[in-house]
DNA sequence: TTTATATCGATATAAAAATACCGATATCGA
DNA sequence: TCGATATCGGTATTTTTATATCGATATAAA
């Protein structure tokens, strides 16, 4: 019986960028950090920072902190970046793509084996060492390399198709970058990008920041 | 003295599925819809669906629901898609490349009237008609033309010198697709993208799906 | 005209997250 | 050796967000 700790997606985000300040940290640099420090470098509250590192962490110690090398390691394997999960991608596009270049999955634990897109001259070539195929062979290609995780990246109006194969080749969580909700049985898992709705959150908070000038 | 009304952003993630939802709905649909017909639709809670409908709309009417084609004006106006607001893009590599092509960003109330690369050979070309500048001009364009939002899709060691230049242009707000934490003015708001922790977030919600099947 | 019902919107409760507070402890300096 | 202090980690409080409940109302049916 696992007990559901199920760590909230603001807290993921934290977590991350405690991992990219400590390893962008000068190898001259103390061997050990404290929760303050963290939490005043990203301007945060430092009681969010203990008690992040205290669900994932084996610990700090009072006057001391956390070792930087342990908390690194910590983090990396609450973020799952020590083990490597497989997965496809559909859509080869632009933003397929960049997303085939970005800092190569393989840092963040994921490995792509595989990206699908109909563009015939896409077919057969491949993109930054991923082999692109056939999306007619999405079911097929995922159930025998049991993939439990894919990617897409096609336009709205082909997403509802590319998932229910993806689904059917026993596709388990899908990361979605089309502007669409998804229908998927219960036990499949999605993470829904939504660039339009960051983007409404930007320029309404800059509205409200330009707002807050005029009324001083 | 304005109100502080603040939608976070779950909400605005919502009003842009509601919108993405009635959107596509056939034009032969009935011209009006419930709370709970949207909620079933994405499953989730009615009474968030009517929550989030009452900050934003004029309102619906018991047995009737809300009138689809004012409910999206509503939405729309709320998600900032009737507003132009002009910004900047830093990046024109993959990432950039994909955003400047996503969705053509006007949809969403956004004109990118320029994108800065140091790439030579991009300098003085058009991406999806944008054309690409000298990043040495980033501050004199942002002032000459008061460009108050910056996007960020430069590799993660080049993003705070392009995110202080776009400072020192008088940009108030950065969507930052950087995987680092920028340091700017308390007056600059910004929204990070986070991939990283988007898939982390993703792989352990498998990993716990996967956990409930072998638990049953 | 009257009754039944779908649906809204307001109020109330519950759950979750953020923040504040405080005692415990490991190191440093006296 | 002993006290001062930084910092952790647990508990308590507040705030925010999500969910449930219920009366009010507009339409449709009887």
């Given at each position: 019986m696992a007990e559901k700790l199920s760590i909230p997606l603001p807290a993921y985000n934290r977590l991350s960028m405690y991992l990219t300040c400590l390893k962008r940290?000068?190898?001259?640099?103390?061997?050990n950090i404290s929760a303050t420090a963290i939490a005043e470098e990203l301007g945060i509250n430092d009681v969010v920072v203990r008690k992040d590192l205290a669900s994932i962490s084996s610990g700090g110690k009072p006057k001391i902190g956390y070792i930087i090398e342990d908390l690194i390691r910590d983090i990396e394997h609450a973020l799952g970046h020590d083990t490597a999960a497989e997965a496809v991608l559909v859509g080869a596009g632009n933003l397929g793509k960049a997303l085939l270049a970005y800092s190569n999955f393989e840092k963040y634990g994921?490995?792509?084996v595989a990206a699908f897109d109909s563009n015939p001259n896409l077919i057969g070539k491949e993109i930054q060492g991923t082999k692109i195929v056939d999306p007619a062979r999405i079911q097929d290609l995922c159930e025998r390399m049991h993939i439990k995780i894919g990617i897409i990246t096609v336009p709205f109006d082909s997403a509802q198709t590319v998932c229910d194969a993806l689904v059917a080749g026993g596709i388990r969580a899908i990361w979605n970058f089309a502007p669409i909700h998804l229908k998927v049985p219960e036990n499949v898992v999605i993470k829904n990008e939504n660039m339009a709705a960051s983007l409404a959150f930007l320029t309404k908070q800059l509205e409200e920041s330009i707002a807050k000038d005029n009324s001083n």
């Open positions: 940290r000068p190898a001259t640099a103390a061997a994921l490995n792509v």
